[in-house]
């Protein structure tokens, strides 16, 4: 099993399939055998990336690579396969592939709106992602892994509620002049205070 497979082909976790293929080819030339007859080097280098190519390409048959996505709400679904498929691409930080195989689902159900949470998170986009798992929580109230997640996203990430007010009509960040004047009717109001 590779550390870090996207490391062996010189590319980015968020890199397209594209760009992947790209890099296992080049590497394939450089490296392989025909092109490297009887050196053990390039031979160990060669099953490197061929163990590499393969572990991204089946990431289901694959441990989480270091540094990935790991939330300890995250439990293996069971049941449809592309769920499962979609989670095992969450676990390795493809968030855009697993929004992708989560569109082939055919059951929305409270697992398929928590890992769209989940990968909607994982790429910025907050909304979407409390969106979904308040309705992952109301689909199955008693799911303590739900609730963790919403409970995370909705007190414990700056980032969502910086950016959630500007959603709902009004910013996060108090305005001094708003907070002058609301002091002095207040004062007029009632002297006392």
């Not at 590497?27 to 092109?35: E, T, V």
């Not at 398929?112 to 969106?131: H, K, P």
């Not at 992952?136 to 959630?164: C, K």
Request: charge should be positive; charged fraction near 20%.
């Amino acid at each position: 099993m590779i550390d870090d497979p996207y490391k062996v082909l010189g590319v980015s976790p968020n890199a397209s399939d594209d760009e992947i293929k790209q890099a296992y080819r080049r590497l394939a030339k450089q490296y392989h055998p025909d092109r490297n007859p009887g050196d053990e080097t390039a031979a160990k280098k060669m099953q490197q990336v061929n163990a590499a190519y393969e572990q991204i390409k089946n990431p289901e048959k694959a441990q989480p690579r270091p540094g990935g996505y790991q939330s300890s709400y995250s439990q293996e679904p069971q049941g449809d396969a592309y769920q499962r498929s979609a989670y095992n691409y969450i676990r390795y930080g493809r968030y855009r592939e697993a929004l992708n195989v989560l569109q082939n689902c055919t059951e929305r159900n409270a697992r398929w709106y928590y890992l769209s949470a989940l990968a909607n998170n994982g790429l910025g986009n907050q909304v979407t992602a409390l969106e979904h798992i308040k309705r992952a929580v109301s689909m199955e109230p008693d799911n303590l892994t739900y609730q963790q997640l919403l409970n995370h996203m909705e007190y414990g990430g700056t980032t969502y509620r910086q950016h959630a007010g500007n959603y709902r009509g009004f910013t996060a960040r108090s305005n001094p002049c708003f907070d002058l004047c609301l002091c002095l009717f207040l004062q007029w109001l009632c002297p006392c205070c």
